[in-house]
């Protein structure tokens, strides 16, 4: 696996027009980088109560359907992204209320604050976020991006 390349350009790239520099990379990667999907999916992206995460989370899925639509690999897995921080990051808020999970004077863990609220966030944004991960014509997608475009020795 190739790994996410920080040192591209992203805000005057377009990788739509040229998945070639795109790598998925581990986790979230690039998820507030790669353009035009973050100006396309940021808009649609908040877990403040359940119902804001479920419309959230069902838009940002209809988006990767509709990427999937257009054979857009990259859109897919932006739009995965996206749901995989919907799930980290409500967590983080169900865990920490001002979600800072480390002290500012040192890096020692605060102690945990549980929010049943955005736990239920969270777990929306999690049950979207394993259909997308799973769905069938993703994982080829994956695949055939990495070996056209992350298996190349650079």
Do not use: C
Request: proline share 6%; net charge neutral; charged share 35%.
């Amino acid at each position: 696996m190739k790994p996410f390349d920080y040192s591209l350009d992203y805000a005057n790239l377009d990788l739509r027009a040229h998945p070639e520099w795109y790598a998925v990379g581990r986790g979230e990667q690039g998820v507030l980088l790669v353009e035009p999907y973050k100006s396309e999916i940021l808009p649609h992206w908040r877990f403040k109560t359940p119902e804001i995460a479920a419309a959230s989370a069902e838009r940002i899925y209809a988006m990767f359907l509709d990427y999937k639509t257009d054979d857009d690999f990259v859109g897919m897995d932006m739009a995965r992204k996206f749901l995989q921080m919907g799930f980290t990051r409500a967590r983080r808020y169900a865990n920490h209320s001002n979600g800072r999970k480390y002290g500012t004077e040192d890096r020692n863990p605060l102690p945990d604050r549980p929010d049943a609220i955005k736990a239920e966030s969270a777990a929306v944004f999690k049950r979207m976020w394993d259909k997308a991960r799973q769905d069938p014509d993703y994982l080829a997608l994956r695949q055939r991006h990495r070996e056209r475009y992350e298996s190349a020795s650079d």
